[in-house]
C-alpha cells in the first residue's frame, strides 16, 4: 500500500474494539469483509479471523484489521466509529467509495 491509512478510527473505537477482544482472550486480526443485511444491500461488517494469503493488513493503535484487496478495491478507505444510543450500539463503516445508499448509516457488532 501507499503508506496512507486505509482504516481510520474515531474516537472510542479502539478502546471498544480492544476491550471485546480481551473479554473473549481473543488474539486474531479483525477482518473489514461486505456483508447483507436487510434484503438486498451490502454493508460493511466485522469479524474475528485468520490472516489469508494476499491480505491488506492495517495496524491501527495495536489493533490488526485485514481486508481482502478485491474488497479494498470496491470500498477504498474506511472510516470506524462508534454508537452508544438507546437503541443503536455498536460500531459504523463507512468507505471512501459507497457501497450502498445506507453507507455509514447501519450498526453491525464484531462476529466470533
Sequence with gaps: MTGIPIVTLEPGVSRAIKSF???KCISQPIRIDLGFTGCCDASLCMSVDRLLDGD??????????VINPETYEITGDITISLVDETDRKGFVL?????????DGFGVCEIRT
Design 21 to 23: 477482544l480481551a473479554a
Design 56 to 65: 491488506i493488513i492495517e495496524e491501527v493503535d495495536n489493533v490488526t484489521f
Design 94 to 102: 463507512g468507505s471512501a467509495k459507497p457501497i450502498s445508499e445506507w
